[in-house]
């Protein structure tokens, strides 16, 4: 039904040309019922067995299969990348980060409970961060390696890690819900774990995530109260109301494997519209920051991947953060995909965590 409407529409196929514009009660409509199908599509996906799903995206590729799941690729990304890789199975890919403790949380939020799990690093480095999970504002938990095999891999390096849920943008739930059950976690952590300590407290986030982490930034350091990020840490983060126009060279550099090019224009306006919920939303600077002032902005880490539709809204922001004063430092991996981080197999994925790593004990 609606897979199949998304593969037919016009322009699919000029994916990240231009520049959407921002739009207007008709987009946003379309934008909450095409993602509100989207998140029910993945309950859908959650059901079947990882054995099932393995043979459904082998099979993608073929003309019968890709009749009949149009747009399996982008829909498995909505989810939070390829799923039956549990927490469990992390752990056989990677079994010294077994002995890294972890503990489940709920965390008191103005919305009700926020799910959230800290990682206890054996021989902290004197760290502490907050990470926000991606999937495109419909999906993700905690589970997705996204999530759980970076915050292991942190801790294992001495960071301690708060990896962070959220209400999802589905079933009428649009900006701010999202963001303030991120900004609410961050303050339980200020309160909870970091209080009275020297240790320098960090946000970030992928995807989605990055959108929130660095919403949560901006929104912390106007409130006038709040105890500020040491810094900002976002992986192929999604953050204007629009999709960015690409360089001429870097789009036919990306056109090369088009397999990066996940996410055409329409479908990042449509993800804004969706999270967003009213027009009023897609200017406002804590649902998309870069809309805002972005003077007094923590330092920050962006990290991107050359075949990957988000990759201009990252380095758009990095260079505005940069002009507003703030040190800025970013990294592309080359030859690479959106949701890296989602992958404990990948060596890219190792090297994005190690780089991460990097940054959060330099400070």
Same mark, same amino acid.
């Given at each position: 039904?609606?897979?199949? *409407?998304?593969?037919? &529409? ?16 008709? @987009? ?15 309950? !859908? ?8 799903? *393995? ?55 103005? &919305?009700?409970?926020?799910?959230? &799990?800290?990682?206890?690093?054996? @021989?902290?480095?004197?760290? !502490?961060? !907050? ?90 350091? @106007? ?35 088009? &397999? ?35 003077? %007094? ?27 507003? %004063? ?12 959106? %949701? ?8 890219? %994925? ?14």
């Amino acid at each position: 039904m609606i897979l199949a *409407e998304r593969m037919d &529409r016009p322009g699919k196929e000029d994916a990240v040309a231009e520049s959407t514009a921002v739009g207007g009660e008709s @987009d946003l409509r379309r934008g909450r019922w095409q993602y509100a199908l989207m998140g029910l599509g993945v309950n !859908v996906l959650k059901r079947f067995s990882p054995v099932r799903l *393995e043979k459904i995206l082998a099979g993608s590729g073929s003309t019968a299969a890709a009749t009949t799941f149009p747009d399996l690729k982008l829909l498995v990304e909505c989810s939070g990348g390829i799923p039956g890789v549990s927490p469990a199975r992390v752990i056989e890919m990677h079994p010294l980060l077994a002995s890294v403790a972890v503990e489940d949380v709920t965390i008191p939020g103005p &919305r009700g409970a926020v799910a959230g &799990r800290v990682y206890h690093p054996r @021989d902290p480095v004197g760290a !502490v961060f !907050v990470w926000v999970h991606g999937g495109a504002f419909i999906s993700g938990d905690l589970d997705m390696p996204e999530s759980h095999w970076v915050a292991l891999e942190l801790a294992d390096r001495g960071v301690t890690v708060i990896a962070l849920d959220y209400r999802k943008a589905v079933r009428g739930v649009h900006y701010p819900v999202p963001l303030d059950d991120v900004v609410a976690g961050w303050r339980w952590v200020v309160r909870t774990i970091a209080d009275g300590a020297p240790s320098a407290v960090h946000i970030g986030g992928a995807s989605a995530g990055g959108n929130l982490a660095a919403a949560a930034a901006m929104r912390l350091r @106007d409130s006038g109260g709040d105890r500020l990020p040491a810094s900002v840490v976002l992986a192929y983060p999604l953050l204007h109301s629009h999709a960015v126009a690409w360089d001429p060279m870097q789009r036919a550099a990306a056109e090369v494997d088009p &397999r990066g090019l996940l996410f055409s224009s329409q479908d990042l306006g449509e993800m804004a519209w969706n999270y967003a919920g009213t027009t009023a939303a897609l200017q406002d600077p804590c649902a998309f920051p870069p809309n805002g002032d972005l003077a %007094g902005h923590p330092p920050l880490l962006v990290l991107t991947c050359e075949h990957d539709s988000l990759r201009p809204s990252g380095e758009a922001y990095a260079a505005a953060v940069a002009a507003s %004063g703030a040190r800025v430092e970013s990294e592309m991996s080359v030859g690479e995909y959106h %949701g890296i981080l989602n992958e404990p197999a990948s060596a890219a %994925g190792a090297h994005a965590i190690e780089r991460i790593a990097t940054w959060l004990r330099g400070f």
